[in-house]
């Protein structure tokens, strides 16, 4: 579990599967951390080196002051494979983990192979929603938006039929540093990637959610409709489509990469 340094921020890692073989990184979603991949990892370390982190921020990883910028958190992936010796790798991000995955695509394409963007999209649809997010943060912690931020991840179904895995998430959630949401909350509100998605040339998937509130079914579409060649899934998921679909995630995300 190494801690690596990125620009002076400690980033935690964890490091799963033999050493020979493909490496896949994973990156979290606002208001999660690496466990958010727990299923994957554990069904996935047999053919691949699995490589999960928090980012800064969130969960062991460290909590600097200011704006985290998209720029910023992709920057961190790039420190972490500098850092691991690791050329290239597969990156398999969601929501924020997939902006950060766009912007590696964009702007470092050299240090991937196959790039998997889950419940995400280029642009924030509303800057003022995350204002006012940052500012209820500010003033009563991470924790007051647990429920809204439950029912937006999952459907009614699964909230009713997961009790542990909700109770999981919410822990995991309120538990986020408020400094790092807050970090993150003005980096998504302020990116803007439509523009550059065509320049992607990396074998793409992306994964979205039929009942996704978050990041629609139409913010998917309009990232497949940039990128040439790509494949898009739609899986009977809302946001955090890996944790409500784990089968149906992890048997699309290896045969993606398993394919050609």
């Known amino acids: 579990m190494p801690f690596i340094d990125a620009d002076g ?11 020979d073989a493909p490496v896949l990184v994973f990156s979290n979603s606002l ?19 699995v490589v999960r982190y928090d980012q ?19 920057r961190d992936v790039i420190a972490i494979l500098d850092a691991l010796e690791i050329r290239r790798a597969h990156f398999c991000g969601l929501s924020m983990g997939g902006m950060t995955g766009m912007w590696l695509a964009c702007n470092a394409p050299d240090r991937l192979e196959k790039l998997v963007l889950a419940n995400t999209a280029p ?12 500012r209820t943060v500010r003033a009563k912690g991470v924790a007051a938006l647990a ?18 895995k909700i109770a999981w998430v919410r822990e995991m959630f309120s538990a ?16 803007d990637q439509r523009w550059a998605l065509s320049q992607i040339r990396l074998p793409t998937l992306i994964i979205a959610g039929r009942h996704d509130n978050a990041t629609p079914l139409s913010a998917s579409e309009f990232i497949a409709s940039r990128i040439a060649g790509s494949e898009l899934t739609v899986l009977d998921a809302a946001h955090i489509s890996n944790v409500e679909q784990p089968a149906r995630f992890t048997a699309t995300l290896e045969e993606f990469l398993l394919q050609g």
């Not at 800064?56 to 958190?73: A, Q, T, W």
């Not at 642009?123 to 940052?134: E, K, T």
């Not at 807050?182 to 980096?187: K, L, P, Q, T, V």
């Open 9 to 19: 921020t400690p980033i935690n890692v964890e490091i799963e599967g033999k050493a």
């Open 147 to 164: 429920d809204t931020a439950i029912n937006v991840w999952f459907t009614k179904e699964f909230r009713e039929r997961e009790p542990q």
């Open 56 to 74: 800064r921020g969130h969960g062991k990883s460290g909590v600097p002051d200011g704006v985290y910028s998209i720029e910023r958190l992709s």
């Open 123 to 134: 642009r924030s649809q509303n800057p003022d929603l995350w204002n006012a997010r940052i």
């Open 176 to 191: 986020t540093p408020t400094q790092g949401y807050i970090g993150c909350c003005g980096g998504i509100r302020d990116m």
């Open 31 to 49: 208001g999660t951390n690496l466990h958010m991949w727990d299923e994957q990892a554990k069904a996935l370390a047999g053919r691949f080196r």
